[in-house]
């Protein structure tokens, strides 16, 4: 795990060495354990580096292949590269280190860029390539690992993060309007663009090729989702024992590493089923949990804490547990180093994320994450339901997209902007952004409820899904700690795809029968049926406590709705509501008002969008009007 940085002058310019080292020491802290940097003409490659295998200088970066004709920066994790440096071996490769690198570069020189295509794993890839004179940037099939770039036509830059780019001396910080728009209809990117203006982010599963005779990025994607092909001849039982095999397979593999791994340990079936694997694989497994102060909070949240389940399973593994209890003010202290690290915009309230990935750090480098197992095997069922039986297309699309309107749906966004705004977006553009995630598949069909859900998982696994890994790694990296997915392994993925949805979802049949005409019974059920992960459920049922299998699902979030109503109410006000407030130039603030009343004055529940004000105020301050963090 660290951070990668690369400057590539087509027109044969070289680029200084002083100015890559200010934009590598931008993500510093992905890579606290070291740096290095390779120089040649028109390529500048830098690497930050967080040791995890091989922590001698044999595993430092930039890479060299034997041949002489690769270098490479490397951020992530192979998990099967033992299986690949074996093989490489019997084509006469030799290696010097135990890393995962030496066998990503060894590879690249017997099989070329196409060797990007075997590998099971997170990565974020910078190759040059000095006979072709050409770079290749290639990311991982789920998009784990970020990576971002800014092509002019006459200069390629790419980073692990932005603010490396925005080190660079000829990059000016502008705000793209049309990519504000999206994120305040989806409180995410379903596009590839970012809040910055020319910055892009590479799609997962795609590589492209960099060379002087470069006029515009073309993506080669290599590998995409596909839950049509469900297997018919699967039982049940089948289903059960494949998924359970696999998943201790994945757990095993990602617990590779010559420093110390831990686990988050929420409460919930899915990190539970990791940390129960996990703790048989060392001898005291380290497991930690980000609980809140309930004092004052009311109503649904007062669920939201989970340590007492998670001092449940930490107890019936006997794990060394740490637990972290934030209350409603920490908020203030996070929020601008949260949106700092962020810098891309996304899903959620991400600043216990941010809490938690710290308290791990100070224990491991490396920590399990369930992200994955909802995606995978039907974990949202009340979002399925909406749509199963949609009766075309069309339908199908436009329930959808009523539903992902996260924030401010499309009648309102006039309202939102200010008038120079509105004049620089079109407010059909999120629309046509959230179908292309469809129609860019021409193997989705629309003819059953099935084919319905199906669509949904993969819909959810392209958009929503990055969006939790990308906070995932932001904020962990801001604290200079790994994060690791055991659902995201490459066979238990390919097998979960083939999993009939009738096995994923347990009340698919009684959903049926329902009368779509019965609005009251309909919608009861919609939001009460909380069947999803069947199957998984089952395959844990060995090595899990029943009771938190068949624990309600809930996500991990911090109980605002109660805080945002009290003591943050002051703080949101001062942010979002005084003269001083940098977004204003870009949102509407009468806007803003309405909407911080109608939820203070417990009106409308609008935790998730006062939320997206808070970040897009602290990214206008930080990035736009480069405020220091104190």
Known sequence: MCGIVGVYNLNGEPFGLSALKKMSDAIAHRGPDGDGYFTENSIALAHRRLAILDTSPRGAQPMTSKDGNWVVVFNGCIYNFLQLKQELRAKGHEFVSTTDTEVLVEGLAAY?????ERLDGMFAVGAWNKAEQALYLSRDRYGV????YWFTGRTLVFASEIKAIIAHP????KLNPEALNEYFTFQNMFSFRTLFAGVNMLPPANTVKIDAHTESIKHHSWWDYDF????????FEDAISTTEKLFKQAVSRQMIADVPVGSYLSGGMDSGSITAQASKHVKRLTTFTCGFDMSEVTGVEANYDERRDAELMANYFKTEHYEQVLNAGDIRWSLPRVVYHLEDLRVGMSYPNYYISRLASKFVKVCLQGTGGDELFGGYPWRYYRIFKSVSQREFFDLYYEFWQRLVPDQQREELFVPEIRKQVDFSDPKRIFERVFTFNDKLQYNTPEDHINNSLYFEAKTFLPGLLLVGDKLSMANGLEERFP???NELVNFAQKIPVNFKLGNLEQM??????DFRKRSKSYQEFDDGKNVLRKAMLNFMPEKIINRKKQGFSAPDESWYRGENAAYIKELLLDKKTVSSEFINQEYIRKIVHEHIDQHINHRLLIWSFMNFEWWCRIFLNNEKIE
């Open 228 to 235: 049509t092909k469900t297997d018919p001849s699967l039982s």
């Open 145 to 148: 690992k970020p990576l971002y």
């Open 170 to 173: 000829s990059f000016s910080t």
């Open 112 to 116: 070329g860029p196409s060797f990007f």
């Open 487 to 489: 659902f995201l392994d």
């Open 512 to 517: 049926l029968t329902i009368n779509e005409n």
